[in-house]
Nanobody, 123 residues
Framework: VQLQASGGGLVQAGGSLRLSCAASGRTFSGYAMGWFRQNPGKERESVSAINWSGSITYYADSVKGRFTISRDYAKNTVYLQMNNLKPEDTAVYYC?????????????????WGQGTLVTVSS
């Protein structure tokens, strides 16, 4: 599956952004999807994930209550709604797909990656 992430940008602290990840290729519904983020010199970290059916979601503790992951099967797209953004949310955000359906926070379990979209939160 090919992934195209978009929606990043510059926002002030307390603001909101919605990231999108459009998938093409294999059957979208067969994949669990995840969002990860990374800063220079640091490891890629899991932000959120959603299973193939959308019934199970995962959030990192640092984003719980502020971020919401969702998926639209008609559009083959997964979203990450980010509210009340903080400067520490600044990073390049990547979407990823994992064949087999179960949500995971592990980088190594994902098969395909998008190109990344930069989110910058100013204080």
């Amino acid at each position: 599956v090919q992934l195209q992430a978009s929606g990043g940008g510059l926002v002030q602290a307390g603001g909101s952004l919605r990231l999108s990840c459009a998938a093409s290729g294999r059957t979208f519904s067969g994949y669990a999807m995840g969002w990860f983020r990374q800063n220079p010199g640091k490891e890629r970290e899991s932000v959120s994930a959603i299973n193939w059916s959308g019934s199970i979601t995962y959030y990192a503790d640092s984003v719980k209550g502020r971020f919401t992951i969702s998926r639209d099967y008609a559009k083959n797209t997964v979203y990450l709604q980010m509210n009340n953004l903080k400067p520490e949310d600044t990073a390049v955000y990547y979407c990823a797909a994992k064949w087999g359906g179960s949500a995971s926070d592990k980088v190594s379990e994902y098969d395909s990656w998008g190109q990344g979209t930069l989110v910058t939160v100013s204080s």
